[in-house]
């Protein structure tokens, strides 16, 4: 039962343009968003994150966007560089839940010069 | 310096076997876990211990076992393996445990092939 989706499992991007990632759940109670950022042979690194009370969150080139009622966020990247080339997942949790993760299945994303 | 470690980095073993895989984390924080990615590439969690405490446990098969020594630790041991538990098996650990933002720290993974 896969309470967290990514349909696209790759993305092609040209270097400079605006990478969009996207990510959709079903449970109502997960109220705390992340993404993952994976290369080969590493653990997944933290990326960025939002909370259920706010709908955007930005770090520098990297922006969350979350659409409480239609239970779907986005993660876009601008501009993209060589260097974001990797598995971006995204990672759903519930309060109380004792910070278990629920992942989607990753989405590969190849950023060419 | 590693904030979560994982050894080894690569097991290679034949079925039936017993095997463990030893975390360590030195970011102090009180909660850790253990998420396994299958060739799915999907990341699932198997186990999470608060301060030696076992919080979280998933179904998983009884032999999976888990062991925390102490809250910057956590090992897992894996009795009779079977070709399934092929898979890359990740650490992670977090600051805070019940309530409030959690973001997990991973480590590098350990990569297990049954033969």
């Known amino acids: 039962d896969q309470q967290v989706k990514q349909n696209s499992p790759s993305l092609s991007v040209q270097e400079g343009r605006i990478s969009i990632l996207n990510c959709d759940y079903t449970n109502s109670m997960f109220d705390y968003f992340l993404w993952y950022k994976k290369y080969p042979a590493e653990g997944p690194t933290f990326l960025i994150s939002?909370?259920?009370?706010?709908d955007k969150n930005e770090d520098g080139r990297f922006t969350v966007f979350l659409n409480k009622s239609a239970k779907h966020l986005s993660l876009h990247i601008v501009p993209s560089q060589p260097g974001d080339s990797a598995v971006y997942f995204c990672?759903?949790?519930?309060?109380?839940?004792?910070?278990?993760?629920?992942f989607g299945a990753g989405t590969q994303v190849v950023v060419t010069p | 310096d590693t904030a979560v470690s994982q050894t080894p980095k690569y097991l290679v073993t034949q079925m039936g076997n017993d095997k463990s895989i030893k975390c360590e984390q030195n970011?102090?924080?009180?909660?850790m876990y253990w998420y396994k990615q299958d060739s799915k590439k999907f990341l699932k969690i198997m186990f999470s211990?608060?301060?030696?405490?076992?919080?979280i446990n998933e179904t998983v098969p009884n032999r999976f076992s888990p062991k925390s020594p102490d809250k910057a630790h956590l090992n897992l041991h894996i009795n009779s393996l079977e070709l399934g538990d092929s898979a890359v098996y990740f650490c992670a650990s977090n600051p805070r445990g019940a309530t409030g933002a959690n973001v997990l720290t991973f480590g590098a993974g350990s990569r297990l092939t049954v033969l």
């Open positions: 939002i909370s259920s009370i706010k």
């Open positions: 990672a759903a949790s519930a309060s109380g839940g004792w910070g278990k993760l629920q």
């Open positions: 970011l102090g924080h009180d909660t």
């Open positions: 211990y608060n301060n030696k405490e076992l919080i």
